[in-house]
């Protein structure tokens, strides 16, 4: 069974930055889809930003540049690196995990972290 747990959000002002960690307990975390998404108070939940086993990354294109997504398969950890912090950025942020295997897909979240952005 896999869980995740979220830590390193917080209260920054405006133009500062955060750096968020996802912490993976389980088996063959190098082979999972990770990913960071948010949900504001009255929105729907979005994605921020994906990595796959290999490196690949990809972004919302709200992000425009800001924010860094890696991971540190020997740590089972997956960071998003959050900088130039807005108010709009302010949102319950979310680890994901997802794994196919012979077309079922395995999917994971964790309790979330608040990121809190005052201008």
């Known amino acids: 069974q896999v869980q995740l747990v979220e830590s390193g959000g917080g209260l920054v002002q405006s133009g500062g930055s955060l750096r968020l960690a996802c912490g993976f307990s389980?088996?063959?975390?190098?082979?999972?889809?990770m990913g960071w998404y948010r949900q504001a108070p009255g929105k729907q939940r979005e994605m921020v930003a994906t990595i796959m086993p290999g490196g690949t990354t990809n972004y919302a294109d709200f992000v425009e540049g800001r924010f860094t997504i890696s991971r540190d398969n020997a740590d089972k950890t997956v960071y998003l690196q959050l900088n130039s912090l807005q108010p709009e950025d302010t949102a319950v942020y979310y680890c994901?995990?997802?794994?196919?295997?012979?077309?079922?897909?395995?999917?994971?979240w964790g309790q979330g972290t608040q990121v809190t952005v005052s201008s």
């Open positions: 389980g088996s063959a975390f190098s082979m999972y889809d």
């Open positions: 994901s995990a997802k794994f196919s295997d012979l077309g079922k897909v395995y999917g994971y």
